[in-house]
């Protein structure tokens, strides 16, 4: 199934037609592990040409067919989705938040969950780089991605208490949430000096994320680079901030 045809499959799932709509998901059941139709469902739901009904459908349709066949399978059978689909995937993932509207990046996170839940650190090693580059890179759009990325990846660890695991997460935190902090000083600072509605709501975005991230981290037990009194500090120091301006 080209792109085409994969568009005409989602527009004519959502038509009126009984029997059109049927074959339309018949047709996109029977490529869900056709090499190339789990990229070309993330491509179709960035595409600002195709209609926003198809873009929401592609999402959606990613969304199931991760969350149902990404990695290991029941009785330990290997993932049936193709191994170059998913390193394309992971490899556009955090590119593709950064472009998504918001009701696609819904979509799009709740598949990057399982995703980082299966495949970090093993397969993925190449994402702690991409989100420090992100964080630091001054783009608004980027640095939401990467925090919303963040968030699914220290979630993998709020209920893991393997040594193994917590020094997995120590070396995130210990990588990336330096730049985190300096995010949330950012958005207080752009909070409090705001010109408009949509600056304050932008800022406020960054810090919820930015301190939901921290709070995923600290979930089970507080890592060593958060341990000490001057990080606990500059965190807690954000957090009462945040309480403050709540009063005000």
């Known amino acids: 199934m080209d792109a085409q045809q ?38 179709i739901a960035l595409d600002s040409s195709a209609p926003g009904p198809v873009c929401q459908s592609a999402a959606i349709s990613f969304k199931n067919v991760v969350k ?5 399978q029941e009785q330990g059978r290997p993932s049936p989705l ?11 993932l955090l590119q593709a938040l950064a472009l998504s509207p918001p009701p696609i990046r819904a979509q799009l996170l709740e598949a990057s969950r399982t995703i980082a839940h299966t495949d970090f650190p093993g397969a993925w090693a190449e994402l702690p780089p991409q989100l420090e ?10 640095v939401q991605a990467a925090l919303g990325l ?7 660890y709020e209920f893991r208490s393997e040594e193994h695991e917590r020094r997995e997460l120590e070396e995130v935190v210990s990588r990336l949430f330096g730049p985190v902090h300096s995010l949330c000083l950012q958005a207080l600072g752009s909070l409090a000096g705001a010109e408009s509605p949509e600056v304050g709501s932008q800022a406020a975005h960054v810090l919820r994320l930015a301190l939901k991230c921290y709070w995923s981290a600290t979930y089970m037990s507080v890592p060593a680079p ?13 957090s009462r901030a945040v309480l403050d301006r709540a009063r005000e």
């Open 6 to 43: 994969l568009v005409a499959a989602l527009g004519a799932c959502m038509s009126p037609d009984d029997a059109t709509r049927k074959a339309a998901e018949e047709a996109l059941k029977q490529n869900k592990f056709a090499p190339g139709h789990l990229s070309g469902l993330l491509r």
């Open 68 to 72: 149902a066949h990404w990695g290991p």
């Open 82 to 92: 193709p191994a170059s689909d998913c390193a394309a995937v992971r490899g556009s």
């Open 133 to 142: 580059a992100a964080l630091r890179s001054g783009d608004l759009a980027g």
């Open 150 to 156: 963040l968030r699914c990846v220290v979630r993998r």
């Open 226 to 238: 958060l341990a000490s009194r001057e990080s606990a500090a500059a965190w807690l120091g954000c």
